[in-house]
């Protein structure tokens, strides 16, 4: 196994995860934390479900990129398959915002506001979402591997590197606001309903960007 190739996949995470992978995940994931949870050990642990998901398809593709190699890639940039991934992440930020906005419990598992299953989802939609530095890794993980068990190891890394980002303090800063800000139910009422709106209004972005 070549450390020196874990090493610098590893430091490519950190710094992916605190540039491209920051700037596209903070929008998703800051205004369904400040809305929904209460502590900042939930913002924390929100934070590492949402990186699980992640990283469960990182290794999925680093797995499948180290078996399959340049092939994978062409279908990854395929229009329909990114466009589909992308109405995927739409819909699914203005169900939540709906949800958090109208201030009700989805009926849907994956819909709860209080569920560690919709951090998981958002994390394993936002890892699927095509980008140029993601697919540049992949592609790098495809030349370096001979097996998909390689391809996931290097995988693993690079997405663990992705962890380690300011994504984590924010998670655990950003709870703060309605808990000790934001002393009355009522208040608390109307900016969890924002940040739903924001979170619907992001959606909405999103599709018609993909139009």
Same mark, same amino acid.
């Given at each position: 196994m070549d450390i020196n190739g874990l090493a610098t996949i590893f430091l490519q995470g950190i710094a992916i995860g605190s540039g491209p992978c920051l700037m596209f995940c903070a929008p998703i994931v800051l205004p369904f934390l400040a809305g929904t949870q209460r502590s900042m050990a939930e913002g924390i642990w929100a934070v590492i479900e949402f990186s699980i998901g992640r990283l469960a398809v990182y290794i999925s593709m680093g797995a499948l990129f180290g078996y399959f190699g340049y092939w994978l890639y062409k279908l990854l940039v395929d229009p329909r398959l990114v466009s589909g991934i992308w109405i995927a992440i739409s819909v699914y930020l203005i169900v939540l915002g709906a949800t958090m906005a109208l201030g009700r419990e989805g009926g849907i598992k994956f819909c709860r506001l209080h569920s560690g299953e919709n951090m998981i989802t958002l994390g394993v939609l936002a890892g699927l979402s095509p980008c140029f530095p993601?697919? %540049?890794?992949?592609?790098?993980?495809? &030349?370096? @591997?001979?097996?998909? %068990?390689?391809?996931? +190891?290097? %995988? +693993?890394?690079?997405? &663990?590197?992705?962890?380690? @980002?300011?994504?984590?303090? &924010?998670? %655990? &800063?950003?709870?703060?606001?309605? @808990?000790?800000?934001?002393? @009355?139910e009522r208040t608390r009422y109307w900016f969890s309903a924002i940040c739903g709106i924001v979170m619907v209004l992001s959606g909405l972005y999103l599709l018609i960007k993909m139009r």
């Amino acid at each position: 196994m070549d450390i020196n190739g874990l090493a610098t996949i590893f430091l490519q995470g950190i710094a992916i995860g605190s540039g491209p992978c920051l700037m596209f995940c903070a929008p998703i994931v800051l205004p369904f934390l400040a809305g929904t949870q209460r502590s900042m050990a939930e913002g924390i642990w929100a934070v590492i479900e949402f990186s699980i998901g992640r990283l469960a398809v990182y290794i999925s593709m680093g797995a499948l990129f180290g078996y399959f190699g340049y092939w994978l890639y062409k279908l990854l940039v395929d229009p329909r398959l990114v466009s589909g991934i992308w109405i995927a992440i739409s819909v699914y930020l203005i169900v939540l915002g709906a949800t958090m906005a109208l201030g009700r419990e989805g009926g849907i598992k994956f819909c709860r506001l209080h569920s560690g299953e919709n951090m998981i989802t958002l994390g394993v939609l936002a890892g699927l979402s095509p980008c140029f530095p993601l697919l %540049a890794v992949m592609t790098e993980i495809a &030349l370096f @591997s001979k097996s998909a %068990a390689v391809g996931a +190891l290097y %995988a +693993l890394v690079f997405g &663990l590197g992705t962890v380690i @980002s300011p994504l984590v303090v &924010l998670g %655990a &800063l950003i709870p703060f606001i309605p @808990s000790y800000l934001l002393r @009355s139910e009522r208040t608390r009422y109307w900016f969890s309903a924002i940040c739903g709106i924001v979170m619907v209004l992001s959606g909405l972005y999103l599709l018609i960007k993909m139009r």
